[in-house]
């Protein structure tokens, strides 16, 4: 399995960009995608899982937080999950990583324990 995030910058707020993870994984298609986030001093921290279909969970205190701001739209005949981000805020400022998951002792978590690629780090600053 290879996980790529890309995508990140430097920004000014109220401006945009799209963050992409690319998987080389098998069966990509059947596998749920996490993005997550980590600000300095701060653990990693799930912001939204993507179904195999397409489908957007979010967990809540991210989901405040961005509401109408970003979506994550998934192709799977590239074995891509985006996370397009706008209106960008100071806050918004973290690294950015995904990962194929797996449901286990009822929560999300990396299918491949302890297994990240390298995260995409997004800055908003004037």
């Known amino acids: 399995v290879q996980l790529q995030a890309s995508g990140g910058g430097l920004v000014q707020p109220g401006g945009s960009l799209r963050l992409s993870c690319a998987v080389s994984?098998?069966?990509?298609?059947?596998?749920?995608v996490g993005w997550y986030r980590q600000t300095p001093g701060k653990q990693r921290e799930l912001i939204a899982t993507?179904?195999?279909?397409?489908?957007?969970?979010?967990?809540?205190s991210y989901f405040e937080s961005v509401r109408g701001r970003v979506t994550i739209p998934r192709d799977n005949a590239n074995n891509t999950v985006y996370l397009q981000l706008k209106s960008l805020k100071p806050e918004d400022t973290a690294v950015y990583y995904c990962?194929?998951?797996?449901?286990?002792?009822?929560?999300?978590?990396?299918?491949?324990?302890?297994?990240w690629g390298q995260g995409t780090l997004v800055t908003v600053s004037s």
């Open positions: 994984v098998s069966f990509f298609s059947r596998k749920v």
């Open positions: 990962n194929i998951l797996t449901f286990r002792r009822g929560r999300w978590e990396a299918e491949i324990p302890n297994y």
């Open positions: 993507v179904a195999e279909s397409g489908m957007v969970t979010w967990t809540t």
